[in-house]
């Protein structure tokens, strides 16, 4: 195995650890009325409402990271860039203020519009791909 390809194993790696956490959440959805409750509780009883919405949300976010990890893996150094802003950003930056600015999207979405999220997650992807592009 040439050392230029090492990084196909860990992204193999964590695109089979998401399908799995996935995979094991859809195994705890609690069933309602003899159909599947998406928004119901997947531990009843626990310290916290988690949800199946809540939990693909934060398995999602663990998702970035790893696959940010297995990037600086495959390219090291994080390939720094002075964008529009005007300061010196690296990918992790990046990153970081796309989580942050689609926080705020979703968080002005409920505020506004209300609960229906599916626009203002199409909006944080725009934004998201806009910051990697221009920031």
């Known amino acids: 195995m040439t050392t230029t390809r090492r990084w196909q194993i860990p992204l193999v790696a964590v695109l089979t650890a998401y399908a799995l956490g996935i995979w094991l959440l859809t195994a705890q959805l609690p069933i309602r ?10 531990f009843p009883g626990g310290w916290m409402a988690w ?16 696959l940010m990890a297995v990037w600086e893996y495959a390219r090291p150094g994080g390939h720094p860039r002075v964008g529009m802003l005007g300061f010196e950003t690296t990918r992790g930056d990046r990153l970081f203020v796309s989580l942050l600015g689609s926080a705020f999207i979703h968080l002005a979405w409920l505020g506004l519009v209300g609960p229906g999220l599916w626009w203002a997650l199409a909006l944080s992807v725009v934004y998201a791909v806009g910051v990697f592009r221009y920031v």
């Not at 919405?53 to 976010?61: E, K, N, R, S, W």
């Open 33 to 42: 009325d003899g159909e599947v409750d998406w928004t119901g509780s997947l």
């Open 51 to 66: 949800s199946f919405p809540a939990a693909l949300f934060f398995l999602t976010i663990f998702l970035l990271l790893a």
